[in-house]
């Protein structure tokens, strides 16, 4: 998986970053990094250090992260929403599952894509928690201070990220639906079933459940172990009907 960049434009900040220790003085700020791209964690691990912050322990994968978290008890995880097996949401399971497990430790995922309805999950979580774009890295001044923000139990997002999230908030989601995908959604919110739906319109089960399938993509709603996309679309039915 290709990263953000670590080009010439990079700055680097003098000083080590850290965070408040208990007995006031500043303590070296301590990451693990999850990412599978062995380059780009090479390049991040090597730009953490010379930002002064520790990097306790590096893994390509989520297997065995939570036991590195016990071991290490860092103060920021850092690692990729899209690690195998299946590249889609193996980082931001992990992130949740750190935040429930230790409420201590920070999260901040990075992405090369603008994923909003993940990091509403993630958001969901509380304070302690950061989203990031690979490419904001080689800001070295952005990405310390969210290192920092995340480790002090703050929350940071991507500023490409937030103007996303807002445009989608101004924008009505049903908009985007044909009338007929509206018809379809409607008959959904009535608890119809897709058999049900096509011998109301008089088309195949096969064109209901294209028209539900365009539904799920227009609204957002990304297929995922723990949702019901068709009660999602429902409820998003309701919000704006």
């Known amino acids: 998986m290709s990263g953000g960049g670590f080009g010439a434009g990079a700055r ?18 301590r990451v ?14 090597r730009l953490l ?11 390509g994968t989520t297997a065995g992260l939570m036991q590195l978290v016990a071991t290490h008890q860092p103060d ?22 750190i935040r429930r497990t230790h409420a201590r430790v920070g999260v901040l995922l990075l992405s090369q894509y603008v994923e909003t309805q993940l990091v509403l999950t993630l958001l969901e979580a509380g ?16 990405f310390s201070s969210a290192v920092t923000t995340v480790a002090r139990g703050g929350s940071v997002v991507d500023p490409e990220v937030v103007s996303t999230l807002v445009a989608s908030r101004r924008r009505d989601p049903l908009d985007q639906l ?37 539904i799920f ?9 723990n949702d019901h996309r068709r009660v999602l679309a429902v409820l998003t039915y309701l919000r704006h009907a």
């Open 12 to 29: 680097r900040i003098p000083g080590a970053v850290g965070v408040e220790s208990q007995s006031g003085r500043a303590a070296a700020v």
């Open 32 to 45: 693990i990094l999850c990412e599978d791209s062995l380059l780009f964690r090479e390049g991040l691990a």
């Open 49 to 59: 250090t010379e930002l002064g912050i520790e990097v306790a322990a590096q893994t």
């Open 76 to 97: 920021v995880v850092v690692l990729d929403i899209r690690l195998p097996p299946t590249h889609t949401d193996e980082g931001l399971v992990a992130a949740v599952e």
């Open 127 to 142: 304070g302690g928690v950061g989203y990031l774009l690979k490419d904001r890295v080689a800001d070295l001044d952005a």
């Open 178 to 214: 044909t009338d007929r995908e509206k018809d379809v959604l409607r008959l959904m919110a009535e608890g119809r079933t897709n058999q049900a739906i096509s011998e109301r319109f008089y088309l195949s089960p096969k064109t209901i459940e294209a028209h539900v399938t365009a």
């Open 217 to 225: 993509s227009k609204l957002d709603l990304d297929p995922t172990p």
